[in-house]
């Protein structure tokens, strides 16, 4: 009994849970039937007003038509019917230009605008009658508007009493009305390209009447064009529980005249929510028009809840009883958790040590000595207990501090013994398969020794088929360089690069088996990254790219390190980036380390596609995945590897950075200790050397300086330059820019080249050839700056003084020799020869022999447009003016 009792609260603690969540489901449910009920409501309102704006279209599309076919009759057969007698036609002058038709029958009225003749009055006679036939049953306000080409008049037609709301005709309604409709009518008869037009719904005041028009232009050859309009009522179309107010007609360019609308087509009507107004819109067949009827949001929601009222309040009162019950048996259910739940929570906590235990890779089993009788076990314990002696495994255990061994089916086991501090008399044993373990550990070790025989293996083969392809690429590319041909020298190339990947490959062997040694030696990095540049400056000029050097260490510096090794290592890391890149630029930086000076960071940036991170593991292994290629090869996928393992015996790592459509970046971190340097100069090789810098591109300018500073240049640009500052040197990268002597700074050229007199062309990456060639300009201009002797052999200022033109020629020779430097530099080669003439006859009139010879050969170079002896000659001639003054 006690145990039924202790099971009868549990039983029941369950109920408040439950009818919470009943409650809880209740509410959701009551919730979404409340919104479905809504949503639905609002659908069916929506579709009913949709069909009744169909069924407006359509009776309005068949009164258009009616009033189509009605035109065309009063055009073809009404107006165009031979005269007939007019005996009993009368008109009564009501207005100037407006004249009313007398007439027995008096469903219609007829008003004639304007000059006209008996054929008109006949006419309008004519169209009033078929007119009464037509609307003889009509209630709403008709009117019929007929602007005649023949004479220019006009006829209105109309259900109104005409006569009487025109009596004072232009202080009415009519006399608007009239105007604007002769205003629409001429400017659709001056139309080109419309021959149907509709206005937009319109409203008749005094019979809170609602309308649109219907014009309609017969073109008529030797007259202007005739025009009938019809105003359409449409008060009768719309249903009474629908405000004409809402309504509007508006040109629809979505939809083709042609088309036909149908009730039961759901594409026919379309619902825009506007603001805070509703919009049903359904176009009008065989018109350009559409019929557009607007509501407020009040409304729909009004009638919605009219529809729905009575199962919204039974919905409410449902889930305003559902949310008490909830909230009221809630309160109850931390009561109810009091009560004791152990016996559920022992069968959680049961069922989930069974589920471990079985779970146990090892053989667990409990046993309670006392009663003899398992307590736990697991599927391996159970296949052991058979064959084991579980009083003898005790007593043994005892003796051997809890640990035996047992051999059972000729299997070794380990049995772990231990007594349970719970219950003393229990004892846990955790059996374990040592036959197993010694199998799996000797498993791993036969899979290591394979794995160290591979790898010797791999670096014997590697070793062995370097060796073997040596010598035989090496006779390969001497017999190859004989040659002359293209082809021999593109065969060449490729036996060279062969030879180059056979080198490679046993330099990583060397490494690998620790059989390369350092050569350490003192050296300058700038003359390493010379020779780099020239070998790798062929394959950069063959695709087209720009490769910039920023060298940020000292020029003089020496550096204490492996250099062949730190060569390889640019050689390889260049020729992959070359490969990787497309188009752009390749950048070599080289600076110190912020966390050491005698570790140094080579930094090569590229604007290639970069490369995935399959190709950067290559670095731990080589040819490990595929690598990138271009049109002229494919990259090495040893070069990520060999780089990492020279580095690391260089003291170092390389580390590598790539981002798709950005390019990629190389950190490759040296140490090498600098050498310690003599005391500095006091006088450096281009002391008080002024150097301009015409320079296009940032990069290339930084460099520049750098290396004319780090010589003691003193540099200066066009816009730093003082009005009368002179330069020593100049420097530029544009071409047209270089007019006299200077150097062109080129990244694609090998070394240096001479262009002209006091004109080179250098490679600004290669420090040896820049300073060569800036050695060589100055030469060539302290030579040049020796002017020939006056044949006169006398003093050439005091003739100039003694002739008595010394002011003129002060007034007169500077401008001119100002404008020969403004029409050389926009080679305005006529006023320059003019120029340069008028300053020879004043040299020839004061007869400075070496003023007149220079104008002479000026004059000379002007004719062959040659724009650098141009420019000499101009400095030359002002120098000697100079001298002069």
């Known amino acids: 009994m006690s145990q039924s009792d202790g099971m009868i609260p549990n039983k029941f603690s369950l109920i408040p849970s439950n009818i919470t969540r009943f409650f809880l489901l209740l509410i959701v449910v009551l919730l979404v039937a409340m919104g479905v009920m809504v949503q639905s409501a609002v659908n069916a309102w929506l579709k009913d007003k949709s069909y009744q704006i169909v069924d407006i279209t359509h009776a309005l599309h068949k009164r258009v038509d009616t009033y189509r076919y009605a035109t065309w009759q009063i055009y073809d057969n009404v107006a165009a019917a031979p005269a007939s007698a007019s005996d009993g036609l009368q008109e009564t002058r009501l207005r100037q230009d407006v004249y009313y038709l007398e007439k027995p029958r008096r469903k219609t009225e007829a008003l004639i605008f304007g000059s006209h003749d008996s054929s008109t009055l006949e006419m309008t006679q004519r169209i009033s009658t078929w ?31 005409l006569k009487d709301l025109s009596s004072g005709f232009k202080e009415t309604g009519v006399g608007t009305i009239v105007d604007s409709r002769r205003a629409e009518m001429l400017q659709q008869a001056n139309a080109l390209d419309e021959r149907e037009s509709f206005s937009p719904l319109r409203r008749l005041a005094w019979q809170n009447g609602h309308y649109f028009t219907l014009r309609t232009t017969f073109n008529q050859p030797g007259h202007l064009a005739t025009v009938v309009a019809f105003d359409l009522p449409i008060n009768d179309l719309i249903p009474p529980t629908m405000s004409l ?6 040109p629809d360019d979505s939809l083709s005249a042609a088309q036909a609308g149908d009730k039961e087509d759901p594409d026919s009507v379309t619902i825009n929510f506007n603001s805070a107004r509703i919009e049903i819109a359904s176009p009008l067949a065989s018109t350009h028009l559409r019929l557009v009827w607007q509501v407020p949001f009040g409304t729909l929601l009004m009638d919605t809840v009219q529809n729905i009222l009575l199962p919204l309040l039974l919905n409410i009162g449902l889930l305003a009883l559902a949310l008490f019950g909830y909230t009221t048996f809630r309160q109850q259910t931390p009561r109810s958790s009091e009560v004791p739940n152990g016996n559920g929570e022992l069968q959680v906590l049961r069922a989930l040590n069974e589920e471990i235990v079985a779970l146990l890779p090892l053989g667990l089993l409990v046993h309670d000595l006392d009663a003899n009788r398992t307590v736990i076990s697991n599927k391996i314990a159970d296949h052991l207990l058979p064959h084991l002696n579980l009083q003898n495994i005790i007593a043994m255990a005892d003796q051997h501090q809890g640990v035996i061994q047992a051999t059972i089916n000729n299997e070794l086991y380990e049995i772990r013994q231990f007594r349970s501090q719970i219950a003393p008399r229990t004892q846990i044993f955790v059996i374990r398969d040592q036959d197993r373990e010694i199998l799996v550990n000797k498993k791993l070790k036969q899979a290591q020794r394979l794995y160290e025989k591979n790898q010797q293996g791999r670096v014997a083969f590697m070793q062995h088929i370097g060796e073997a392809l040596q010598q035989p690429v090496r006779n ?50 700038q003359a390493l990254i010379d020779e780099v540049a020239l070998e790798m400056l062929p394959i950069i000029k063959r695709k087209g790219l720009q490769l910039l050097i920023n060298n940020q260490l ?34 070599l930086e080289i600076s110190e380390e912020e966390s050491a000076p005698d570790r140094l960071l080579f930094r090569v940036l590229d604007t290639g596609e970069g490369i995935g991170n399959d190709e950067i593991d290559n670095l731990h292994f080589p040819f490990l995945n595929e690598t990138s290629e271009d049109r002229y090869g494919k990259a090495y996928g040893l070069t990520f590897y060999l780089c990492d393992r020279l580095s690391r015996k260089l003291g170092g790592h390389l580390n590598i950075k790539s981002r798709a459509d950005i390019g990629t970046r190389y950190n490759l971190h040296i140490k090498m200790a600098a050498e310690p340097q003599p005391e500095a100069q006091d006088e450096k090789l281009l002391d008080e050397v002024v150097a301009m810098l015409d320079i296009t591109s940032n990069e290339v300018r930084n460099i520049v300086t750098r290396q004319l500073e780090n010589w003691g240049a003193n540099c200066i640009t066009p816009d730093e330059r003082l009005a009368s500052q002179e330069f ?14 200077g150097l062109l700074l080129s990244d694609d050229e090998n070394g240096m080249r001479k262009l002209g007199p006091g004109q080179f062309r250098v490679n600004f990456n290669i420090s040896n050839a820049m300073q060569d060639a800036v050695l060589q300009l100055i030469e060539e201009q302290l030579a040049q700056e020796e002017m020939p002797e006056s044949p006169l052999g006398g003093d050439e200022n005091a003739q100039l003084h003694a002739s008595g033109y010394y002011s003129l020629f002060v007034d007169t020779v500077p401008e001119d020799v100002r404008r020969l430097y403004t029409e ?37 170079h002007i004719r062959e447009s040659d724009a650098a002896n141009i420019q000499k000659y101009t400095s030359d001639i002002d120098v000697y003016v100079k001298s002069l003054l």
């Not at 107010?245 to 508006?250: I, P, T, V």
């Not at 190339?493 to 030879?499: D, G, H, R, S």
């Open 824 to 860: 050389s530099a926009t080679s305005d080669f006529a006023a320059l020869a003019q120029t340069a003439h008028r300053l020879k006859g004043v040299f020839a009139m004061l007869n400075l022999v070496p003023g007149k010879q220079l104008c002479e050969t000026l004059e000379h």
């Open 476 to 525: 390969i590319a001497e017999h190859a360089a004989g040659f002359t041909t293209p082809e021999h020298k593109q065969l060449a190339n490729e036996a060279q690069t062969i030879v180059r990947l056979v080198d490679e490959i046993q330099l990583l062997n060397m490494l690998e088996a620790d059989n390369w040694k350092t050569t350490t030696t003192p050296f300058t990095i």
């Open 554 to 587: 000292p020029v003089d510096e020496e550096r204490h390190g492996d250099r062949e090794a730190l060569r390889k290592i640019l050689q390889l890391l260049l020729h992959y980036s070359v490969t990787t890149t497309q188009i752009g630029k390749i950048t």
């Open 245 to 250: 107010d809402s309504f509007q007609l508006e």
């Open 728 to 741: 020593d040197i100049f420097l530029t990268d544009n071409p047209s820019n270089l007019t006299s002597s």
């Open 131 to 161: 007119l009464d036939t037509l609307w003889g049953a009509e209630n709403s306000p008709w009117s019929m508007y007929y602007l005649n080409g023949q004479d220019n008049s006009m006829i209105l037609v109309s259900t109104l009493p």
